[in-house]
């Protein structure tokens, strides 16, 4: 029983005040020695007993196992190792630690609950699953600023998904190539445009100069519209080139903007959102070398309230039936979890956002696994792929979600929707 | 034939002006095919045919398939997908990217050759290799401010490795207790501590009143002994908070920092170096979650040149005879990486910081494998194991290094070496 094949797990709560940490777990060893390793090096201990861990310090700062669920037992390890062992056991381990071990700090946080245990000669296998922490380490944390209702009311949409797209090719068009297909799919009706993650501040396409093309057109839109449409601008960079760039299209009138997490990092993030006034859209590139091993790394819930708690608003989540690798109930568990609050004070709630291989066929089940429209949608062939052009495909994936949440079959809310119909024989 | 069973390759040239990434890939698609999605998807392509890619944005934008040699096949893919194949062909893959695509920018440089490409379908198996980046990349980043050389005048150690040790326990100490320990060691005569990974800012022991206990413990011991040890604080947190305890440090005389890499990121760990007056001592904490499954994620080699470039001083490498799952081959490979040049005008090379388990017994082949002593070599229980005590521990260690670098065997060396002698009894 792998992480991607267990059944669902009750959240974990931190209501005593501590950390909490699920972890599946494949051990050659004892699984109580290796889960007390686990503890140990995670906290107070180490290889060998040391002079200085008293039962008083030990009892202050140690680790706790809450609970070690065994599941069953293969022959042969996940992942390679110096421990060579007969059979192989897999558990479920939950982990708590006092707050005071590292006060209200993501990167301290993350440094504990996915620290050096990976490598553990013990651990033939080890995933986090999930991740609680007390209502004061949240409260000590920005969270998103924005979160869903901000985004709304930036975006202008105040029911149903945001209809959104990605600038495409992702690099190598200059600023005014940009703007000018951003002016297109603006005209086509389209709430929400985000630059690749590939698109950054290149001589070729500096960042100031396709920031001020694209709000140009943006502004343009609007102005015609009576609507402006978000752009999430790529500031991947250092936090000074960050902030700077966040200056650059708050000043412009633009409504959002986006960095890579991974290359960021938590310190990346967080510096920005203590200086940010708009949504922090979040892409998850690299997702995969965290994640692609079911035995190795990270499930989504934890990753993504790292982020969350850091301040992002928007968190890619793949989409159904998509382009990748991820099969959809890891796509459903990923948004779900964004949408689930962290805490009861702090819900820190933000809007997962669908992307890769998307159409209005993904309306009906992306809705009925969720039970709600509080997220971006993001097609690209898609919409630009409508014989009737951008405007008609803007208006088929709308029609999908209305037909998605009036639970209705698309082929029969297409009879009164010409454009849906249209849709229906490209998708 | 995976990547830990690859022979030696020669190092990746980017004299072209261009990135260029090596990957092991395995592909259950026609490997060329996957090759050009991979390329495609991490520049100027996507997953269907876009209008405004056009021949000459390609050749300008376009990352390249430098090479793609075959290697063996496989029934079994590596990592579980959608793509599902009769055979699964491995192969090495370099590919080159235009600097113009992204510009010096390291954040943006992760984004590109680790970002959306792990997930790919096409993809059963994908790690990074190698990395390397042209002359104007490199010279855009600041690099290590100390590197080997800075090291050794700060810690005053002109020849030989720097013998060192961690605070254990990792937490629990309170302030005075931790500069106790420090005392202890200092009076043995130690060349460099370190906080453990898990000591951050915690309510029981605040950074500043660690940081000014332990400093007054430096400052007496240097006075008694003509010369100053190195303590690297444990500084991970925010970039705010990074910059205040470094000034911290740096009030109290102190010569090093210490920040978790996986927990800060890139841009963390940039805001830091463009701030600090210090060595920065780069934890790899996490590490396993990056590689600990053969077929994903990264190589040393390549996540190492980015940390460097970005500032990292000192780099952890495991030790050979590690308590983790780290073969020994890997740990070598990695400190190479670490002292091997980035570039012939920016060397950029850091120190390696050997530990887990590590006694003198690693001294000769340590020293054997690198064919120098440019490392720190950090021992708990080889030290503190001692029966003589600390200043015999750290006496041994040396020892150990003065008969490796001889070439003299430790059990000869020993006879004229009481406090190796004794320590070859227990190591």
């Known amino acids: ?36 390793v686990i503890a140990g090096e995670q906290s107070s201990g180490t290889f060998t007993a040391v002079p200085g861990e008293t039962p008083a310090l030990k009892a202050r700062s140690g680790a706790v196992v809450e609970q070690l669920q065994l599941l069953d037992v293969v022959s042969q390890p996940s992942l390679p190792g110096i421990l060579v062992a007969p059979r192989y056991q897999r558990c479920l381990l939950e982990l708590s630690w006092p707050l005071a071990n590292f006060g209200p700090s993501l990167p301290n946080l993350m440094a504990t609950v996915a620290g050096n245990l990976f490598e553990l000669r013990q651990v033939s296998g080890l995933r986090l699953l999930d991740l609680a922490v007390p209502t004061a380490f949240a409260a000590a944390c920005p969270g998103p600023a924005f979160g869903i ?41 389209i709430d929400f445009i985000k630059d690749d993650e590939l698109q950054a501040d290149g001589p070729h396409c500096p960042f100031d100069q396709r920031a001020a093309a694209v709000m140009q057109a943006v502004h343009a839109a609007a102005q015609a519209q009576g609507k402006q449409a978000m752009v999430a601008f790529n500031i991947t960079g250092e936090v000074d080139e960050m902030r700077r760039r966040h200056d650059q299209v708050l000043a412009l009138g633009g409504t959002c903007v986006m960095v890579s997490l991974n290359s960021v990092g938590l310190a990346g993030l967080l510096a920005l959102r203590r200086h940010s006034q708009l949504p922090i859209h979040a892409h998850r590139c690299g997702w995969g070398y965290l994640s692609r091993h079911p035995a190795l790394g990270w499930d989504y819930a934890p990753w993504q309230a790292l982020w969350r708690l850091a301040g992002a608003d928007h968190l890619h989540v793949n989409g159904l039936a998509n382009k990748f690798s991820e099969a959809d109930d890891s796509v459903i568990a990923a948004a779900r979890a964004v949408l689930r609050p962290l805490d009861a004070a702090h819900p820190m709630v933000a809007m997962p956002v669908f992307s890769s291989g998307q159409t209005g066929l993904q309306a009906a089940p992306t809705h009925a696994a969720l039970g709600c429209t509080d997220l971006i949608h993001a097609a690209g062939g898609g919409i630009l792929g409508h014989p009737g052009g951008i405007a008609a495909g803007v208006s088929a994936m709308r029609e999908a979600w209305v037909a998605a949440e009036a639970g209705v079959p698309l082929a029969d809310h297409a009879r009164q929707h010409p454009a849906l119909a249209q849709a229906l024989q490209t998708w």
Chains 1, 2 share one sequence.
Not at 4 to 33: C, F, I, K, M
Not at 156 to 171: E, H
């Open 1 to 36: 029983m792998t992480p991607s094949t267990l059944p669902d797990l009750p959240p974990l709560s931190a209501a005593d005040g501590r950390v909490h940490a699920r972890y599946w777990l494949e051990t050659g060893d004892d699984p109580q020695r290796a889960a007390e």
């Open 149 to 189: 209702a901000g985004t709304r009311r930036l975006a202008g949409v105040a029911t149903g998904p945001l209809i959104g797209t990605i600038i495409k090719p992702s690099v190598g068009l200059s600023p005014q190539e940009t703007a000018d297909t951003v002016r297109q799919l603006l005209a086509g009706g």
